[in-house]
T-cell receptor
């Protein structure tokens, strides 16, 4: 059974204070690891897909990296508008569904 | 940018009643999904649908649930006899590409179902 564990559960940063979110996973065969952003009362919004260890993707202040056991979402100089819950999900070979972690709730204070 | 739309945004129903949640997936997508999120918990897979049939389903998706694509644009989730524990946010998602492509799911903003 695929498992995804995210840490920390919650993170409070000052504006401009860089940090990283962690996603540890176990999966029978990784087809893809996905990062989503979820605002309160909204659906998950797609950010990145990573397919193989060593891969990196960037978008504005966010950078996602992948190893064989975990992924990191690095947030550089965050702004208050980056406040959201960040979800990690895995897709295993042979399936099209996603297994999600519980998410990291990020709060960036001005 | 094309998006997945869901209606209604909030549905209140009494225990034992039937509800139908509606979704319009992104127009050129062929794979459709329902997920749910109970307050404070993780997003959980319910069912996936392709080529007019269910392709995968979870243990949560029991006989009280059904899905349908009644026409070329809508995708629905029916809950036959709602229970208190069905109260959750229900998300529809769609995906392009082929089965093995690893393309991302795109989610709607959900229907909040409250069972009283």
């Amino acid at each position: 059974e695929d498992q995804v564990t995210q840490s920390p559960e919650a993170l409070r940063l000052q504006e401009g204070e860089s940090s990283s979110l962690n996603c540890s996973y176990t999966v029978s065969g990784l087809r893809g690891l996905f990062w989503y952003r979820q605002d309160p009362g909204k659906g998950p919004e797609f950010l990145f897909t990573l397919y193989s260890a060593g891969e990196e993707k960037e978008k504005e202040r966010l950078k996602a990296t992948l190893t064989k056991k975990e992924s990191f979402l690095h947030i550089t100089a965050p702004k208050p508008e980056d406040s959201a819950t960040y979800l990690c999900a895995v897709q295993s070979s042979g399936y099209s569904t996603l297994t999600f972690g519980k998410g990291t709730m990020l709060l960036v204070s001005p | 940018e094309p998006e997945v739309t869901q209606t209604p945004s909030h549905q209140v129903t009494q225990m034992g009643q039937e509800v139908i949640l509606r979704c319009v997936p992104i127009s050129n997508h062929l794979y459709f999904y329902w997920y749910r999120q109970i307050l404070g918990q993780k997003v959980e897979f319910l069912v996936s649908f392709y080529n007019n049939e269910i392709s995968e389903k979870s243990e949560i998706f029991d006989d009280q649930f059904s899905v349908e694509r009644p026409d070329g644009s809508n995708f629905t989730l029916k809950i036959r006899s709602t229970k208190l524990e069905d109260s959750a946010m229900y998300f529809c998602a769609s995906r392009g590409g082929n089965r093995g492509s690893g393309s991302p799911l795109h989610f709607g903003n959900g229907t909040r179902l409250t069972v009283t």
